[in-house]
C-alpha cells in the first residue's frame, strides 16, 4: 500500500475479532504512554480533537507506521499490518467505542 498525499490507499478492515484486539492495544498499549484516557502522559495527548488539528488521518497512519525518531514512539509495522494501522488511525481520529462496544 502507497502513502498520498493524504494517507494510505484504503484497504479491507481487519476482521471484527481482530479490531477487537486491535481496540484493546490502544487502551492498553498507546494508553501506557499517552495516558489511559488517551490524555497524555509520557506521550501528547491523543484525543479526536487534538489530532484533528496536528493533521487527521495521514499524520497518525505515519506516526504509528514509521513512530517518531528522538522519542519513546516506536514504529509498529513491524508488528501490524498497513491495513490494521489504517483503521486505528481512523478510529483514533473518529473517536474510540465505549469499551466492549464495536
Do not use: F, K, N
Not at 486491535?22 to 490524555?39: I, K
Not at 506521550?43 to 489530532?51: D, R, S
Amino acid at each position: 500500500m502507497a502513502l498520498l498525499a493524504t494517507g494510505p490507499v484504503a484497504a479491507e478492515p481487519p476482521s471484527a475479532l481482530r479490531q477487537q484486539q486491535l481496540l484493546r492495544m490502544v487502551r492498553q498499549d498507546c494508553g501506557a504512554c499517552h495516558g489511559m484516557q488517551l490524555t497524555g502522559g509520557l506521550g501528547p495527548a491523543i484525543t479526536p480533537p487534538v489530532l484533528a488539528e496536528r493533521g487527521g488521518v495521514a499524520l497518525v497512519y505515519a506516526t504509528i507506521w514509521y513512530g517518531r525518531a528522538g522519542t519513546p514512539m516506536p514504529p509498529w509495522r513491524g508488528l501490524l499490518t498497513e491495513a490494521e494501522v489504517r483503521w486505528m488511525s481512523q478510529r483514533l481520529v473518529e473517536g474510540l467505542p465505549p469499551e466492549g462496544q464495536p
